[in-house]
């Protein structure tokens, strides 16, 4: 036989430690994922959504109203970045456009601001200031005579 030294009792006190220590980590990582959650939270996209269900299917109507025009749009930026759209109808750029545009920033870090736009080269619309570095939202209201289309698009 060879001589063990005794095993030390588990008293009240280890399980006092370990249920502290437990929950020490349990609340630190809570009040650590809530308070990121909370710093990068960037608002609602509707503040009622039971108001904005009465609208829908006046969206629903417009949506068809729009996708009729068969309109094909295209946005990029170039390379000073400045917004180029193009907007065609059976291959042709349309012409005589009249461009409104809010650009924002996705998840609703900086307030809405007015973009400007002027004819380019070849049927394209260039918007007149560029767009700082980053990710945005671009939502557009593009109009050729009576006909309407709006559009949304994300810009990196």
Same mark, same amino acid.
């Given at each position: 036989?060879? /001589?063990?030294?005794?095993?030390? *009792?588990?008293?009240?006190?280890?399980? #006092?430690a370990i249920l502290v220590a437990f929950f020490a980590v349990?609340?630190?990582?809570?009040?650590?994922?809530?308070? &990121?959650?909370?710093? #990068?939270?960037?608002?609602?996209?509707?503040?009622?959504?039971?108001?904005?269900?009465?609208?829908?299917?006046?969206?629903?109507?417009? *949506?068809?109203?729009?996708?009729?025009?068969?309109?094909?749009?295209?946005?990029? &930026?170039?390379?000073?970045?400045?917004?180029?759209?193009?907007?065609?109808?059976?291959?042709?750029?349309?012409? /005589? &456009?009249?461009?409104?545009?809010?650009?924002?920033?996705?998840?609703?870090? #900086?307030?809405?601001?007015?973009?400007?736009?002027?004819? *380019?080269?070849?049927?394209?619309?260039?918007?007149?200031?560029?767009?700082?570095?980053?990710?945005?939202? &671009?939502?557009?209201?593009?109009?050729?005579?009576?006909?309407?289309?709006?559009?949304?698009?994300?810009?990196?």
């Amino acid at each position: 036989m060879t /001589d063990r030294p005794a095993a030390k *009792a588990f008293t009240g006190w280890h399980m #006092t430690a370990i249920l502290v220590a437990f929950f020490a980590v349990v609340m630190t990582v809570n009040f650590t994922m809530a308070r &990121l959650a909370s710093s #990068t939270f960037g608002g609602t996209v509707v503040d009622n959504s039971y108001v904005a269900s009465q609208h829908y299917n006046e969206w629903l109507k417009r *949506a068809d109203a729009q996708d009729r025009l068969a309109w094909n749009e295209t946005v990029s &930026l170039d390379p000073a970045r400045h917004v180029l759209l193009t907007v065609r109808k059976n291959d042709k750029p349309l012409g /005589d &456009l009249v461009v409104s545009a809010t650009v924002s920033h996705p998840v609703g870090r #900086t307030a809405p601001a007015a973009l400007q736009f002027e004819p *380019a080269a070849s049927g394209v619309m260039r918007s007149v200031e560029p767009l700082a570095l980053g990710r945005w939202r &671009l939502d557009l209201i593009v109009r050729h005579s009576v006909e309407e289309a709006r559009y949304r698009k994300d810009v990196q």
